[in-house]
């Protein structure tokens, strides 16, 4: 069964950090190009930050040089570590795999950036 478990959400202060994390079961972890995509109210789902399987990276224009993904293959988790934060980027972020293809999901997780 393939799953994708995300978690490290929460309510941040602007300006504050915090760092996400994407638990995969089910998939060949290692050889999957794995994303964070998030989605504001009212607003389309938009890619955050993606790595494939080889550890290359790319970010959305908005958040280079705040936002860092990463994966550790030996625990199946990607992450994503979110510095600067602001309030616009209040979002539900999703975990993502490419399957060749097939697109898998996580459930989301909330990120409120508010004083």
């Known amino acids: 069964q393939v799953q994708l478990v995300e978690s490290g959400g929460g309510l941040v202060q602007p300006g504050g950090s915090l760092r996400l994390s994407c638990a995969a079961s089910?998939?060949?972890?290692?050889?999957?190009?794995m994303g964070w995509y998030r989605q504001a109210p009212g607003k389309q789902r938009e890619l955050v930050a993606a790595i494939t399987s080889g550890g290359s990276t790319n970010y959305a224009d908005s958040v280079k040089g705040r936002f860092t993904i990463s994966r550790d293959n030996a625990k199946n988790t990607v992450y994503l570590q979110m510095n600067s934060l602001k309030p616009e980027e209040t979002a539900v972020y999703y975990c993502n795999a490419d399957l060749w293809g097939r697109q898998v999901w996580g459930q989301g997780t909330l990120v409120t950036v508010s004083s």
């Open positions: 089910g998939i060949p972890f290692r050889l999957v190009a």
